[in-house]
């Protein structure tokens, strides 16, 4: 039962254009919310994150929205650039320290 | 914010064998860490979670007795898979809590390979 989803494994974006990663989760116990940047063989990075009593959180490029009655988050990453060509995780977790994780998707900015 | 260091970062084991994935927290006294297991393409799936000073509590579908977790200390946290076979084969993440916004931080990974 994959809790946290994110149905687009991949996406391919322009430099300079806006990158907007998706995330839903089932678990209405879930309270906070993470994003990962990840590289092939090494530990996740940690981007971003949102508390459930917010509903955007924003860091330089990267914003994190949060749609609670729809179990929806996404991170919109403006403007995109090279080196933000990665494998993305979503990430949330409750009343336990337990990180669920999404399934992850591959964003490749090409100039 | 928090050092996780993760050893060895990579090991080739016969099959059959055991092999032991030490997590330190270099600045941060855990008493609680995470394991993670990645296979190729798929996502971080949570393995276990390691209690300092008492028993690991694992998830669903993980075996307890092939995949030992130790946690005797605040800053050391072990992970020893058992009679490795080459399904075993995985990249292996652990994890510690340390509040705040950033929330986790990650070790940088041990890719095992069960030949």
């Known amino acids: 039962d994959q809790q946290v989803k994110q149905n687009s494994p991949s996406l391919s974006v322009q430099e300079g254009r806006i990158s907007i990663l998706n995330c839903d989760y089932t678990n209405s116990m879930f309270d906070y919310f993470l994003w990962y940047k990840k590289y092939p063989a090494e530990g996740p990075t940690f981007l971003i994150s949102i508390s459930s009593i917010k509903d955007k959180n924003e860091d330089g490029r990267f914003t994190v929205f949060l749609n609670k009655s729809a179990k929806h988050l996404s991170l919109h990453i403006v403007p995109s650039q090279p080196g933000d060509s990665a494998v993305y995780f979503c990430a949330a977790s409750g009343n336990t320290d337990k990180l669920i994780f999404g399934t992850g998707t591959r964003l490749q900015v090409f100039p | 914010g928090a050092v996780v260091s993760q050893h060895p970062s990579r090991v080739i084991c016969k099959s059959g064998t055991s092999v032991k994935i030490e997590c330190r927290s270099l600045?941060?006294?855990?008493?609680?860490m995470f394991w993670y297991r990645q296979f190729p393409k798929q996502s971080l799936m949570l393995m276990a979670t390691?209690?300092?000073?008492?028993?690991?509590?694992?998830e669903q579908g993980v075996e307890k007795d092939k995949f030992l977790i130790n946690h005797a200390s605040l800053t050391l946290s072990t992970l020893t898979v058992t009679s490795a076979h080459p399904e075993d084969s995985s990249f292996y993440i652990c994890?510690?809590?340390?509040?705040?916004?950033?929330?986790?931080?990650f070790g940088s990974g041990t890719r095992l390979t069960v030949v």
């Open positions: 600045d941060f006294q855990a008493t609680t």
């Open positions: 994890s510690i809590r340390i509040g705040g916004t950033g929330g986790y931080t």
């Open positions: 390691s209690n300092e000073g008492s028993k690991a509590t694992y």
